[in-house]
């Protein structure tokens, strides 16, 4: 079933922004490895079969859309921040950081920036905030599954790292494995210690 998109991008281009990125996070919540971000631009009038909220799409159509998401997208970038940064920062402002690095990193500049959420990052460029917005409107859908496949696909390689934490069942999330993991272990290079403090 073919979502209904919001018009958010066609209204910008419509009072003369022609490139308008959609920007959503993967990772914020997990107790290890980078939050990631990315930036997509899409072409008027693209139409992409199956995209729909990243956390409403099973693993497998999360990764076929990967690729076509990038085919037909004018402009993208994927960029993360690390745990070192998270725990520097918090999460909020390494969020912020990689969203940032994300729209910087367009081959071609967004004039405005469309982002998931309620808060804004600063961003250098105009933008506003849409709640839920990888469900409404399209160019953030494509961000937020670009940022989700991102992320798997490098906690499924620190699985390799780090096999005793066992990544690939619950990519860093807080898990009842994870935590069992965690106190046999303790934490790994990639953990967040910051997110950690917590436990007993």
Same mark, same amino acid.
């Given at each position: =079933?073919?979502?209904?998109w919001k018009?958010?991008?066609? &209204?910008?281009?419509?009072?003369?922004?022609?490139?308008?990125?959609?920007v959503?996070?993967?990772?914020?919540? /997990?107790?290890?490895? +980078?939050v990631? @971000?990315?930036a997509v631009?899409? /072409?008027?009038?693209c139409?992409? $079969?199956g995209?729909?909220?990243? &956390? %409403?799409?099973t693993?497998? %159509?999360?990764?076929?859309?990967? $690729?076509?998401?990038?085919?037909?997208?004018?402009?993208?970038?994927i960029?993360?921040?690390?745990?070192?940064?998270? $725990?520097?920062y918090?999460?909020?402002?390494?969020?912020?950081?990689? =969203?940032?690095r994300?729209?910087?990193?367009? $081959?071609?500049?967004?004039?405005?920036?469309l982002?998931?959420?309620?808060?804004? #990052? #600063?961003?250098?460029?105009p933008?506003e905030?849409?709640?839920?917005g990888? @469900?409404?409107?399209?160019s953030i859908?494509a961000?937020?599954?670009?940022? %989700?496949?991102?992320?798997?696909?490098? =906690?499924l390689?620190?699985?390799?790292?780090? +096999?005793?934490?066992?990544? @690939?069942k619950?990519k860093?999330?807080?898990?009842?494995?994870?935590?069992? &993991?965690l106190?046999q272990?303790? +934490?790994s290079?990639i953990?967040?210690?910051t997110?950690?403090?917590? =436990?007993?």
């Amino acid at each position: =079933m073919q979502v209904e998109w919001k018009p958010f991008e066609a &209204k910008l281009r419509a009072n003369g922004v022609q490139c308008v990125c959609g920007v959503d996070e993967a990772g914020r919540g /997990p107790l290890a490895g +980078p939050v990631y @971000a990315a930036a997509v631009i899409l /072409p008027p009038d693209c139409v992409i $079969d199956g995209l729909n909220d990243s &956390k %409403k799409l099973t693993e497998k %159509k999360r990764e076929a859309l990967f $690729d076509v998401i990038r085919e037909k997208a004018v402009s993208y970038c994927i960029a993360c921040a690390d745990e070192k940064e998270i $725990d520097a920062y918090n999460i909020l402002q390494a969020t912020f950081l990689a =969203m940032r690095r994300a729209v910087e990193g367009l $081959d071609i500049p967004a004039q405005y920036a469309l982002i998931d959420g309620n808060r804004m #990052p #600063p961003l250098g460029i105009p933008g506003e905030t849409i709640v839920h917005g990888d @469900a409404v409107c399209q160019s953030i859908a494509a961000a937020s599954v670009l940022a %989700k496949v991102s992320r798997d696909r490098v =906690m499924l390689e620190m699985d390799k790292t780090y +096999p005793q934490f066992a990544f @690939a069942k619950h990519k860093g999330y807080g898990t009842k494995l994870h935590y069992e &993991k965690l106190r046999q272990f303790g +934490p790994s290079p990639i953990h967040r210690l910051t997110f950690l403090k917590k =436990m007993h």
